[in-house]
C-alpha cells in the first residue's frame, strides 16, 4: 500500500508543478497587452475498486482507492482585461467581443486582442510583430490626424484639406468557443476545430464590441488571485512531498524488521 501512495503522492506533485506553471505563465505576462490567463484543469484517475458498491448486505459505498490525478487541459480565460489610456492614435482596445485578424507571413489569419498597432514603411497598419490588419488598412502619407471611431471606420485629416477621409474599416472576428482557440505566441491565437469558424462583423454591430481608440487592453490577470493560487500550489506540493516521505519512512521501517 505505501509504494501506492507514493506513485500517488507523485502524480500530485506533477499536478501541482503544472499548476505552479501555469501562475508563472500567468504573472510573466501581467503586462502583456490582451494577454488572457490560462488555468490548468484536472482529472482524476483510474480507481482500484476491491468491493463494488452493493445493493443489500455489504458496504453501499465498496471499497476503492483512487490512484492520483493528471492534467486533463488547459483553459484559457478570455474575460476582458481593463483598458488603459494611452493616449497613442494607433492604440485601439476592444471593448466587448471580438478578435482583429492579422495576416501572416504564410498568408495564413490570426486573430488577437492586442491593439498596439503601428506604422510599416508602406503605411500600413500593422501589429507590434509586423503583420498586417486583415483587410489592409494604408494611411496616406500626408495624414496629419487619425481618427479611429467606435464602429471601426479610420479617417484620416490630410495636409491642404478641411475635410477628414475614410480610408478603411477595421472589421472584427468572433468565435462561438474562444476557449477552443490555439495560443500560437506573440499575442496570436488560431482557429481550431473546438473554436468553430470566425463570424467577421464591424465593430458594435450584432455581438461585437466597440473599438475605444487611444486605449490598450490589459491583461486579465489578477496578481493577488494568482498569489494565493500559488501559495495553495505550494502547499499541495509541499503536502504530497511529505506523503512520499511519510510512505518510504513505512516502507524502510518495513523492510528493516
Do not use: C, W
Amino acid at each position: 500500500m505505501s509504494s501506492s501512495a507514493m506513485f500517488t503522492a507523485v502524480t500530485g506533485t506533477v499536478a501541482q508543478q503544472v499548476r505552479i506553471d501555469a501562475i508563472a505563465n500567468n504573472l510573466a505576462n501581467i503586462a502583456t497587452t490582451g494577454f488572457k490567463r490560462v488555468r490548468p484543469q484536472f482529472e482524476d484517475l483510474l480507481y482500484e475498486t476491491v468491493r463494488p458498491p452493493a445493493e443489500e448486505g455489504d458496504s453501499p459505498s465498496g471499497l476503492q482507492f483512487g490512484r492520483g490525478v493528471r492534467v486533463v487541459s488547459t483553459q484559457t480565460i478570455h474575460t476582458p482585461g481593463s483598458l488603459r489610456q494611452t493616449g497613442q492614435a494607433l492604440d485601439i482596445a476592444i471593448e466587448g467581443a471580438g478578435f482583429f485578424p492579422v495576416q501572416r507571413l504564410n498568408g495564413d489569419t490570426a486573430y488577437s486582442r492586442s491593439g498596439a498597432f503601428q506604422l510599416d514603411s508602406s503605411g500600413n497598419l500593422v501589429n507590434s510583430s509586423g503583420l498586417p490588419l486583415s483587410p489592409p488598412i494604408t494611411i496616406p502619407d500626408d495624414a496629419t490626424n487619425i481618427t479611429i471611431t467606435n464602429d471601426g471606420r479610420v479617417q484620416v485629416a490630410q495636409s491642404g484639406s478641411t475635410s477628414t477621409t475614410e480610408v478603411g474599416q477595421i472589421q472584427l472576428m468572433r468565435f462561438s468557443n474562444p476557449g477552443g482557440l490555439e495560443a500560437m505566441g506573440q499575442n496570436l491565437f488560431r482557429e481550431t476545430e473546438s473554436s468553430g469558424s470566425p463570424v467577421s462583423g464591424n465593430p458594435g454591430e450584432d455581438a461585437f464590441g466597440q473599438l475605444a481608440q487611444g486605449a490598450l487592453e490589459e491583461a486579465n490577470v489578477n496578481i493577488a488571485e494568482e498569489l494565493v493560487n500559488l501559495i495553495v500550489a505550494q502547499r499541495a506540493f509541499e503536502a504530497n512531498t511529505r506523503v512520499i516521505s511519510t510512505a518510504d519512512d513505512m516502507l524502510r521501517f518495513v523492510t528493516q524488521r
